[in-house]
């Protein structure tokens, strides 16, 4: 183990005693050790003890291109030596300008125009910030509410919680930002029974549900509507036929900001660079971060379209917003580097090849009892458990917390799968793996799951 502690025993009682883990009971780790994470090799990371352990969920939906990549690291290095730090405030420097130009590239439609953050709830906050000042500029002030589904995660600083729709990580943080306002998600596998069975009545219903908010709220109130092309939390919905061309409308009707959050869904997870592509709308504003850097740096932003740029570009008018970090020069580099290697391997290529085989080797689960429903996109995936398959009887909050925190989460570890065992929703296994990955990592996931899966049906 590469530390300054003589020895594991020793880290392990500093990671006790003086690391705070995010969104962890800490409290877990008082008779087990902290799993510490040394080192990474493609799609497999390597614990304290040498264990191996594919890496299911790309680190947290980041690591798209795989770890230990010689050319990104070097590429960052060589940035750091030559410029390592200037603010994007009032100055540029090359790398970000080269990004951004290449991102403007890629992305659809008129979205010419990027800024910089260093995150994904900073690329959120600033979206809305952004949307809040336009309509300031474009004498609407009266917009300022934004739109978002149940149990989706948008990030955790107060703006962007304010727009999560995760009961249980906001209400300590309460009173939140006034304005977020809820409508359902496309979970199909446990839409309302007068549209079971029936998915494009079911999108049609969930945009119209958009429409009702608006109208409900004042449209003159609702400044934008924040959705992920796939909604992670809750275990990876994806849209119905039709729902994202509806949303456009409704929007448009109303003079309403789309903005899709791509912090998990672009850079090729859905097997394109941003997942608007995959389903063909266009948005105003694009979020994005994760996958952009591989994490190889850290990263965020948005793409925003001419039309919002406009009343910026001319006389004082300014965005009254920065980050010190946004856009750092090591982490521009290393996005390149990372764009880099996605152009030269295909890796966009690879999961649109690789998908369907992804798809099928996961619903071979379906023969376990415990198996609800599998669903996702790409390399995104979530397979939601159930007490009953035949009535969809989900567990109780008690057996819940059991199967995932008392068993799965640790077995699945243990047996050598990074992935995540979720119940902000119903609970499900999400698996988000590298996008190099083909079907001999498909198989080990599948193994893993199948094994771990069969002793949580029988502990139950
Ligand atoms: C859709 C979405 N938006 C925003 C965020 C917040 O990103 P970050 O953790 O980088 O702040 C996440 C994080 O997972 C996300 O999935």
Redesign the pocket.
Known sequence: MTSSFDDITDAQEAAKRNLWLHFTRMSSYEDSDVPVIVRGSGAYVFDQHGRRYLDGLSG??VTQVGHGRQEIAEAGARQACELAYFPLWSYAHPKAIELAARLAELAPGELNRVFFTT??????ESAWKLAKQYFKLTGQPGRYKVISRDI??????MG?LAITGLADIKHPFEPLLPGGVRVPNTNFYRAPEFLAGDEVAFGRWAADEIERAILREGPESVAAVFL?PVQ?SGGCFPPPPGYFERVRDICDRYGVLLVS????CAFGRLGYYFGSQRYGYQPDII?F??GITSGYAPL?GMMVSDKLMEPFSSGTATFLHGITFAGHPVSAAVALANLDIFEKEDLLGNVQANEAAFRATLEKLYDLPIVGDVRGAGYFYGIEMVKDKLTRETFTAEESEQLLRGFLSHALFDAGLVCRADDRGDPVVQLAPPLICGPEHFDEIERILRAVLTEAWARI
């Open positions: 947290l939906f995150s994904g709830s900073e690329a959120v989706a995660y948008h990030g955790t600083s962007a992920e992670n959050d791509e912090v998990i979020t971060a994760k965020g």
